[in-house]
Structure formats: structure tokens, C-alpha cells
Nanobody
Framework: VQLQASGGGSAQPGDSLTLSCVGT????????VAWYRQAPGKERELVAR???????NYADSVRGRFTIFKDNAKTTVYLTMNRLKPEDTAVYYC??????WGQGTQVTVSS
């Protein structure tokens, strides 16, 4: 059972990035999936989540700019991030079920 996140990198304010997280050895169909992030010196926070019942939640700071999408057939969860801001700079982690974490991917937004 493993999650592999990718898609992070450097961006300028206003740019877009899409993160991907592929699960192996598991199925997403009946599990909640989520993206968290942790900025330097701050606690890890929930960014977006798709519940087992497909309800979607976003942090207030990203609502309207970020979109989470779960592809059960590909066992992949995506996070499309639009209109990026410097305060979006963080390590982004995918999370599945109750305790499965990906390794994190760095997103840096600066001009």
C-alpha cells in the first residue's frame, strides 16, 4: 500500500499547478481522499477532501481556486490549483482513508 505524489514545483503568483497522487495496492472507491499542506513553521492543514460519499470540502483559503478530483479507475486523486498565491507555498501531502499518507510534494509560489 503506497501513495506517490507528484506535480509540485515552482510557480509565480497567478499561475496554475496540478498535483497528482497515485495509489498502489489499494482502491479509492469507498475511501475518503484528501490533500493537506504544511508550510514552514506551521501545522499541517486540510486543503481539500472528497468524502467516501463524494461530498467535497475545501479550506476557506483555497475555495474557488483549487479543485480536488478523485479518479477511482486510476486510483488517483488530483489537486488543480489556480490563481496561486505566495501563501500557498507548502509541502502538499495526499491522504487516503484513516492513515495512509503520501510522501509530500513541494509547491513554491514566488515572484
Amino acid at each position: 500500500v503506497q501513495l506517490q505524489a507528484s506535480g509540485g514545483g515552482s510557480a509565480q503568483p497567478g499561475d496554475s499547478l496540478t498535483l497528482s497522487c497515485v495509489g498502489t495496492g489499494m482502491t479509492f472507491s469507498n475511501l475518503p481522499v484528501a490533500w493537506y499542506r504544511q508550510a514552514p513553521g506551521k501545522e499541517r492543514e486540510l486543503v481539500a477532501r472528497v468524502g467516501a460519499g463524494y461530498g467535497v470540502n475545501y479550506a476557506d483559503s483555497v475555495r474557488g481556486r483549487f479543485t480536488i478530483f478523485k479518479d477511482n479507475a486510476k486510483t488517483t486523486v488530483y489537486l488543480t490549483m489556480n490563481r496561486l498565491k505566495p501563501e500557498d507555498t507548502a509541502v502538499y501531502y495526499c491522504h487516503v482513508g484513516d492513515h495512509i499518507w503520501g510522501q509530500g510534494t513541494q509547491v513554491t509560489v514566488s515572484s
